[in-house]
Antibody, heavy 127, light 108 residues
Framework: EVQLVESGGHLVQPGGSLRLSCTDSTFSVNNNYVTWVRQAPGKGLEWVSI???????YSADSVKGRFTVSRDKSKSTVFLQMNSLKAEDTAVYYC?????????????????????WGRGTAVTVSS | DIQMAQSPSSLSASVGDRVTITCRASQNIRNFLNWYQQKPGEAPKLLIY???SLQSGVPSRFSGSGSGTDFTLTISSLQPEDFATYFC??????????FGQGTKLEIK
């Protein structure tokens, strides 16, 4: 059974850096798209970044240029490197498997959804 | 960016009630719409994908419908474990996903 586990979150000062990890002992992170989603205290969900099967990555405008997602296949781990942290980055960060669950043949596209989530790791940016 | 608007933002209901939550996209997203349930202190859980397909293991009292810009999540008969917050999410503009602001379902 796929089980994602995040780690690395803690208190950091504004302008600081942090690296979050997302690990799965079944090695599914090596063969699947993995997204990072965050949730600020008492707020909704915000998509942060995604890493495709190879090394292609995308990030939300709010973190572009500051956050980088990468993968270490030997460790079956996806990382989220967060630099130049701001108070508004304070949130619980979740990693999730992004899965192609449905094929729309009329337009030749897959419909993706986040079907497996980790329990999250909390990041607090404060002086 | 595609904006997602959920309504209502909160809802009070009783066990056994039929409940409907609405999600509206700012542009046509076909059926690229997913629904998640989140309980306090827990990660979100996928309920419905592709607007109307029930995720494996999810009770059949949950159903989804809609296409284009208007979507609904229906719980046919509320159970105590269904009181949670529900989010819609569009995957049409993948990789740039957006979520609705959430609907908190509370016990009346």
């Amino acid at each position: 059974e796929v089980q994602l586990v995040e780690s690395g979150g803690h208190l950091v000062q504004p302008g600081g850096s942090l690296r979050l990890s997302c690990t799965d002992s079944t090695f599914s992170v090596n063969n699947n798209y993995v997204t990072w989603v965050r949730q600020a205290p008492g707020k909704g969900l915000e998509w942060v970044s995604i890493i495709y099967l190879g090394i292609t990555t995308y990030s939300a405008d709010s973190v572009k240029g500051r956050f980088t997602v990468s993968r270490d296949k030997s460790k079956s781990t996806v990382f989220l490197q967060m630099n130049s942290l701001k108070a508004e980055d304070t949130a619980v960060y979740y990693c999730a498997r992004d899965m192609d669950l449905h094929y729309d043949s009329s337009i030749g596209r897959y419909n993706y959804a986040m079907d497996v989530w980790g329990r999250g790791t909390a990041v607090t940016v404060s002086s | 960016d595609i904006q997602m608007a959920q309504s209502p933002s909160s809802l009070s209901a009783s066990v056994g009630d039929r409940v409907t939550i609405t999600c509206r996209a700012s542009q046509n997203i076909r059926n690229f719409l997913n629904w998640y349930q989140q309980k306090p202190g827990e990660a979100p859980k996928l309920l419905i994908y592709a607007a109307s397909s029930l995720q494996s293991g999810v009770p059949s009292r949950f159903s989804g419908s809609g296409s284009g810009t208007d979507f609904t999540l229906t719980i046919s008969s509320l159970q105590p474990e269904d009181f949670a917050t529900y989010f819609c999410q569009q995957s049409y503009s993948r990789p740039s996903y957006t979520f609705g602001q959430g609907t908190k379902l509370e016990i009346k």
